[in-house]
């Protein structure tokens, strides 16, 4: 089930959202995250309220617990980024920070939690390293945004493998922390609280199932997948927007970027043939 948490989680990532927040490019990117937060508070609660006989109680309180502050914080700012990206139209930009971040994981997977990689798996994230490091080199800069997209998804998937509560119940909690702050920056926004078109603000609740479900299914991914494995797989989010933003919104591929999408898919191969065979080999 892993697998098919993470696969939803990446193609919701790749071709849903981006598409829904381009439809509120009226708003400013720092209001749609603050009705994002709200909506997917509300969401979540829904879901805790119908399914609370099913879900894991986080009780009684532990001291890791106290991480989901952190990871509150870390996906705020991802978000932010992300609806600064997708206002501007940079896409591309985006699409490249999500090429990074598995990277990101795929290391800190190495160094903070001493996940071993066979030889294959190693030569796979090398490729994969080298191709990003090329189309940095070959297009002479790393964008910013890039590099924070990539940094603070990758801790904040860190940080939801450690803290160990149930995915619903820890992006609640989330969201709650998160709520305030939301809801205090839309009072003193000269945007409106709720636009007063049923289009717009349908399309804002809807931000509450297009951020929590993902959300949620990455944060069970990331409890039944090991972290370097559910880095890789990120490849197809980033994979799936770099083909939205050529094909429905014309951005154009360098040769660079071309060249790293090949050489990606190429570790991606090698990493799941890998993968497939030490699991055919398990008793």
Known sequence: ????????AYLSWGLVVPVHFRLLSAFSPSYILAERILWSSLFA????????????????????????????????????????????????DASLGYYINPLVSVALGALVLRERLRPVQIAAVAIAAASVALA???????????????????LYGLVRKVVGVDPIVGFLAETLLLAPAALVWLLLSPEPLLPSDTGSLGLLALTGITTALPLIWFAAAAERL?????????????????GLSV????????????????????????????SLRATRRQP
């Open 1 to 8: 089930m892993g697998l098919v948490y993470a696969l939803a």
């Open 45 to 92: 609660g829904g879901l805790v309220a119908v399914w609370r006989t099913r879900l894991r109680t986080p009780f009684p309180l532990r001291p890791r617990h106290g991480l989901l502050v952190l990871s509150a914080g870390l996906i705020a700012v991802n978000w932010l980024l992300y609806l600064q990206a997708v206002a501007a139209g940079y896409l591309l």
């Open 136 to 154: 940095v080199a070959w297009a002479g800069d790393l964008p910013l945004v890039s590099l924070a997209l990539a940094v603070s998804f990758a």
């Open 226 to 242: 090991r972290l370097s494995t559910l880095g890789l797989l990120q490849y197809l989010a980033p994979t799936c927007l770099l």
């Open 247 to 274: 094909l429905a919104y014309g951005e154009r591929v360098e040769p660079h970027r071309a060249a790293m999408f090949a050489l990606i898919w190429l570790a991606l191969a090698l990493y799941a043939v890998d």
